[in-house]
């Protein structure tokens, strides 16, 4: 089992910056790609950045250039630096992991953290 805890959310003004990180602890696995994901009211849950083992990334169309994830391999965490924040960026945003174990891949989710931006 692979348990994430995230931080870092909050209410901020558009144009200001906001940093979530969160960290994955258990055993039995490998830890593969990280990533967040977000979703506003009424809408579908959306991926905002990836991040692979090797440190390949890819980002929502609509946070590219505002927004990079990076992780801590060794300490199993990885983050999101916003900046330059929308109110359309409001949203809880969620901390996801792929991992391994043997030949099995499992994913986990975080239990969510809200960032809400006024305009």
């Known amino acids: 089992q692979v348990h994430l805890v995230e931080s870092g959310g909050g209410l901020v003004q558009g144009g200001e910056s906001l940093r979530l990180s969160c960290a994955a602890s258990?055993?039995?696995?490998?830890?593969?790609?990280m990533g967040w994901y977000r979703q506003a009211p009424g809408k579908q849950r959306e991926l905002v950045a990836g991040?692979?083992?090797?440190?390949?990334?890819n980002y929502a169309a609509s946070v590219k250039g505002r927004f990079t994830i990076s992780r801590d391999n060794a300490k199993n965490t990885v983050s999101l630096q916003m900046n330059s924040l929308k109110p359309e960026d409001t949203a809880v945003y969620y901390c996801?992991?792929?991992?391994?174990?043997?030949?099995?891949?499992?994913?986990?989710w975080g239990q969510g953290t809200q960032v809400t931006v006024s305009s």
């Open positions: 991040i692979t083992s090797g440190d390949t990334t």
């Open positions: 258990g055993s039995g696995f490998s830890i593969r790609a």
């Open positions: 996801n992991v792929l991992a391994h174990s043997g030949t099995y891949v499992t994913e986990f």
